[in-house]
Nanobody
């Protein structure tokens, strides 16, 4: 069982930066791939980034490539560094975990409660 708690959301101007964190519980944390997804009002939840259990592999959505960086450490924390933010990045951001390395939302069994990111123009 894995429990996830996100933090770090907030309000930022376009061009600014935010760093999201996801704190995970569970003794087998390093076995899980960790993903970030986001959901804007009226839209479906979409893939943002994923990092493998070892941290050696990452994948990004085209819309955030070059601006966002996902990372993880041994202290059961996964971070999403978001730079050059745009108004279209406004959404609730969710951390997710699964044993499979996948960009598909349906794959993930464990989810955090989400954290709001708002980018003003």
């Amino acid at each position: 069982q894995v429990q996830l708690v996100e933090s770090g959301g907030g309000l930022v101007q376009a061009g600014g930066s935010l760093r999201l964190s996801c704190a995970a519980s569970g003794r087998t944390f390093r076995s899980y791939a960790m993903g970030w997804f986001r959901q804007a009002p009226g839209k479906e939840r979409e893939f943002v980034a994923i990092i493998s259990g070892s941290g050696s592999s990452t994948t990004y959505a085209d819309s955030v490539k070059g601006r966002f960086t996902i990372s993880r450490d041994n202290a059961k924390t996964v971070a999403l560094q978001m730079n050059s933010l745009k108004p279209e990045d406004t959404a609730v951001y969710y951390c997710a975990a699964d044993l499979q390395y996948s960009v598909l939302r349906s794959t993930y069994n464990f989810w955090g409660q989400g954290t709001q990111v708002t980018v003003s123009s």
